[in-house]
């Protein structure tokens, strides 16, 4: 009785273990399609980011290297271009995945990410930092 239990519920427990494994596709990781990383330099101050927009290509790995001058800020910026269904494929892949970065006076803030897909990608401030915070926007084109 027991060989035969064992015989019956080993190839059970096993197909309940790697079900998973088979039937749901894996993500893969993402590749730039270059080694070579662009580094761009943006400040953000008084109620606006310098330069706006910012221009990079398809397929680049970036670093945005993000100075608050006048006091603290956020940075938020959305994965899928503007326009894009809201269910739709991440253009933007960021190395570490946060809803909003906190940039503190003073201090330089690295984000990283692929440019995977053509679009242009709104980005904003996320800390409150003023009457104008509303306003405190700006764009990441690839082309």
């Not at 596709?25 to 953000?44: F, G, K």
């Not at 100075?67 to 956020?74: K, L, Q, V």
Request: contains cysteine.
């Amino acid at each position: 009785m027991k060989k035969f239990m064992l015989r019956t519920l080993l190839p059970v427990l096993a197909a309940i273990v790697l079900w998973p494994a088979i039937f749901f596709p894996h993500p893969r990781p993402v590749l730039a399609l270059n080694d070579s990383v662009q580094v761009i330099e943006v400040t953000a101050k008084r109620y606006e980011y310098s330069p706006a927009p910012v221009h990079v290509k398809a397929g680049t790995k970036v670093q945005l290297k993000i100075t608050a001058t006048d006091h603290d800020h956020g940075f938020k910026v959305a994965t899928t271009p503007d326009g894009a269904a809201p269910n739709g494929k991440d253009g933007l892949i960021f190395t570490s995945a946060q809803d909003c970065w906190l940039l503190k006076k003073g201090e330089t803030t690295t984000i990283e990410f692929v440019a995977q897909s053509p679009g242009t990608y709104t980005f904003k401030c996320c800390h409150t930092c003023g009457l104008g915070h509303r306003g405190m926007k700006g764009q990441i084109v690839v082309e």
